[in-house]
């Protein structure tokens, strides 16, 4: 198994950063009630008490259960808050973290500022722990995403439509999209460098990539309307076959959280609640299924994760999710992080596609041009949206 990888540059940096992450977790579930952090919509959603609570219990459990002298807020938490690391116990069932209406947030919130305290002696002594740290602010970053997009889900679910917050974030306007030329031949994939990295993103090789062109720009909400109103959904030679399935078992239609008026017109449910559709805004909510779809129809398709990273010096990417034509496969030389982080990413390597360049709701930092995101080719809910390529 691979060593963890490398901690921030100084312990001062690990600590502001380290206070940084926990404030920012509680102020995404500042505008939140009580009910509102207890709702699970669906399994593959979580509650945002539950979010708050894990990423304590991965400090918890990675960092502090190892220290002589630390005391559990309460011993119960391992189970209830386990998500999935098989080496460290039995867990409560994920699809029924919303019946936890105990611990109440309020409670919640006090395991936090335990750790908290916890965590205080261990930033002041560098060395020992930064790395796992480090690997869990991460962690919590992508929680952090997860939060929003979890409360959207159960948010649509409410016929009331009610708005997370009126200033949420919002993705910016799609530009003019042109096309990226890149030769081909031997590229270099994976992170590069001491600085932060998951397993999955390492070991650096190389790759044979034929000629190909990428967009400038992922595909709006313009550009998808018209495969919508051209009956995209409805021809069959667009899909593949288990997409096709799909749209017909789910009456897909629409990206998530489209809506239509009475006058026939489309407006979004959005982190500010339904909203005028924008035409510019980048298309999101999109399973592989529809973004593959949508390429076809456009007589292109989509890139391949290592031409998205060979050309994302190019391009500007961060406002959506992009779905890539790769499975999330480990690459040659793959090994673990070291420890129970082992299980961290590399046991779901199979039946999963690769999404790259972060979206509106990725913490600032946190995904870079290497990072390596990955759902199942039906997920809809998060901020996923299309890139299109083709080949010279």
């Known amino acids: 198994m691979t060593a963890m990888p490398e901690p921030a540059p100084s312990p001062s940096g690990l600590r502001a950063f380290y206070a940084q992450v926990r404030q920012h977790s509680e102020a995404l579930a500042a505008p939140l009630s009580a009910e509102d952090c207890a709702v699970q919509s669906m399994p593959d959603a979580s509650p945002v008490k539950w979010h708050l609570a894990h990423t304590s219990w991965f400090f918890e459990s990675m960092i502090l259960s190892h220290r002589p002298g630390y005391r559990p807020f309460d011993a119960r938490y391992s189970y209830l808050f386990n998500s999935y690391y098989e080496g460290l116990g039995p867990r409560h069932p994920r699809p029924r973290r919303g019946v936890l209406t105990r611990p109440g947030l309020d409670e919640v919130l006090a395991y936090r500022a335990h750790v908290d305290a916890a965590m205080e002696p261990v930033l002041d002594q560098p060395g020992a722990h930064d790395a796992w740290t480090l690997l869990g602010l991460q962690h919590e970053q992508q929680h952090q995403e997860l939060i929003l997009t979890d409360i959207k889900h159960a948010f649509f679910a409410n016929p009331l439509l009610p708005a997370y917050a009126g200033d949420a974030p919002a993705p910016a306007p799609c530009r003019p999209s042109t096309w990226v030329e890149h030769p081909g031949g031997l590229a270099e994939i994976g992170h590069a460098g001491n600085g932060f990295a998951f397993d999955n993103e390492r070991p ?68 500010r609640g339904a909203r ?109 949206g299309i890139r299109l390529a083709e080949d010279l």
Do not use: C
Not at 207 to 218: C, E, T
Not at 326 to 333: F, I, Q, V, W
């Open 204 to 271: 650096r090789h190389k790759v044979m990539l034929h000629p190909f062109r990428i967009a400038s720009q992922p595909v709006s909400n313009r550009e998808f309307l018209a495969f919508i109103e051209d009956g995209g959904y409805a021809h069959a030679q667009f899909w593949l076959s288990e997409g096709w399935a799909k749209v017909q078992e789910e009456g897909w239609d629409a990206p998530l959280y489209w809506l239509k008026d009475d006058d026939g017109s489309r407006s979004l449910f959005t982190l």
């Open 276 to 384: 005028e559709l924008d035409p510019d805004a980048p298309a999101m909510h999109l399973s592989f299924f529809e973004a593959a779809a949508f390429a076809a129809w456009a007589g292109k398709r989509l890139p391949t994760e290592f031409e998205w990273e060979a050309a994302s010096d190019r391009f500007e990417f961060g406002q959506v999710w992009e779905w890539t034509r790769s499975a999330y496969d480990p690459y040659p030389g793959f090994k673990p992080f070291a420890g129970a982080a082992a299980e961290y990413n590399g046991k779901f390597m199979v039946g999963q596609l690769v999404l790259r360049g972060g979206s509106f709701a990725t913490p600032v930092g946190h995904a870079g041009p290497s990072y390596r995101n990955f759902f199942p080719a039906a997920a809809r809910w998060q901020f996923s």
